[in-house]
């Protein structure tokens, strides 16, 4: 099969390089707004040829690998694609995406979100196994066509990836908790140091804690504003439960209740009973 990647940085770019050891993909083409991002995916061989957004509709699977908002100005420009093509997003959120699918294509749509990434982003970015033992959700499969599923599903475990299916609902409340919630942390997190008179010396001291929490603010500011804004409530939801957590932890420190912080960070150890 010949496959069209829209988007040719880190998700995108990696993407291409781990379809490229699959016997049954043919060629891999990219496309992307970006002109430095089309001749950079070309001299690093994650494509191979860069094509425009008109030609994409001729290709058997379609990847979306763009910020949220612009997946969902892509699929409108898409309903000319045959009629046995697979369309896939790649975005971090659901339910906006799948709402906006133009009737005519809705069929040839699969949502799915990868959940990896790093904080860097651009062609630059782009990593070998990416994609390998992590998680592929899929979302409200029941209304994509039984042949896009299949070619879907087909990828996905050929990638080594292991597959979730939920609502795209469900996916974004929990979305919120264990990915959009950590990077709105991040970046006032950040911006919190950043505001100080004294930052630099601060972030003199900066140490392992420090830099992995602050890790995801290196995160593209384009595309997480379009994810906080598409999964707003969600997001606002995780915020409040977070605030009241760490004001009852604020309140036992400022009481001097030193019991109730010890139990307070043993709950908190326990999360990785789970995680580990």
Request: charged share 25%.
């Amino acid at each position: 099969m010949n496959v069209a990647i829209i988007g040719l940085g880190l998700m995108g770019g990696s993407l291409a390089i781990s379809l490229k050891k699959l016997d049954f993909i043919n060629n891999i083409v990219g496309s992307d707004h970006n002109k430095i991002h089309q001749q950079e995916a070309v001299e690093l061989g994650l494509v191979d040829n860069v094509i425009e957004f008109s030609e994409i509709k001729n290709y058997d699977v379609i990847f979306l690998a763009i910020p949220v908002d612009g997946i969902i100005s892509a699929l409108k420009n898409l309903t000319e694609v045959k009629e046995s093509a697979t369309i896939i997003d790649l975005g971090s959120t659901k339910s906006k995406i799948i709402s906006s699918v133009p009737t005519k294509i809705r069929k040839n749509f699969v949502a799915a979100h990868p959940m990896t990434g790093t904080e860097s982003y651009g062609p630059k970015a782009a990593i070998d196994n990416l994609y390998k033992d992590n998680v592929v959700v899929l979302c409200d499969i029941e209304n994509s066509g039984d042949f896009q599923v299949k070619i879907a599903k087909k990828i996905f475990k050929a990638l080594e990836m292991k597959k979730y299916f939920m609502s795209a609902k469900e996916h974004d409340r929990h979305a919120a908790f264990i990915s959009h919630m950590p990077h709105a942390i991040s970046y006032s997190l950040a911006n919190t140091v950043m505001h100080q008179e004294n930052k630099h010396n601060i972030l003199a001291l900066a140490a392992g804690g420090f830099r992995s929490m602050s890790r995801l603010a290196k995160s593209s500011p384009n595309m997480w504003e379009d994810i906080f804004r598409q999964n707003r409530a969600n997001l606002l939801e995780a915020i409040t439960l977070f605030e009241d957590e760490l004001k009852l932890l604020k309140g036992y420190i400022e009481n001097e209740e030193w019991d109730k912080v010890h139990k307070n960070i043993e709950a908190g150890n326990r999360l990785h009973d789970i995680l580990d």
